[in-house]
């Protein structure tokens, strides 16, 4: 595996790990009470989303394909190597682009959104794994 890839799959294990640690600590109330508590969670489920779209693009590089300009269609140009998983992953980027803009009402949604995929990501890290394995990346 070459050392971007392990370093992008070690960078979304321990993201979705920090994640789980701080969600379990941050109610809803908490939420939109502690400006740290929000940013700590805003900021984890941006990096999980744009690890999971960088992820995306060297599997693109390495199957010699176009990268697209969207980060959905860069999750979704991914469905012949990884499946359904882009299908079900490639939503999230909505979710990113609304946190990160800080519509704050919708936050909090999009958290909880992020956190009922964690077994798709998880699954996602596993799969993209073995690509990159079995290309000697």
């Not at 519509?103 to 956190?115: A, D, F, P, R, S």
Request: aromatic residues 10%.
């Amino acid at each position: 595996m070459n050392q971007k890839a392990n370093k992008l799959l070690s960078f979304l294990n321990e993201t979705i790990d920090y994640f789980l640690k701080k969600y379990k600590s941050i109610d809803k109330n908490r939420y939109f009470a502690d400006r740290d508590a929000r940013a700590i969670l805003d900021k984890t489920i941006n990096d999980i989303i744009l690890c999971i779209v960088d992820i995306c693009e060297e599997i693109l590089k390495i199957n010699n394909r176009t990268i697209p300009d969207t980060y959905k269609d860069t999750v979704l140009a991914c469905y012949e190597f990884i499946g359904d998983l882009a299908l079900k992953l490639a939503p999230l980027t909505k979710h990113r682009n609304e946190t990160i803009h800080q519509y704050l009402k919708m936050n909090w949604y999009n958290i909880q959104i992020v956190k009922s995929k964690l077994p798709e990501i998880q699954d996602f890290l596993k799969k993209t794994q073995n690509i990159f394995n079995s290309y000697g990346q």
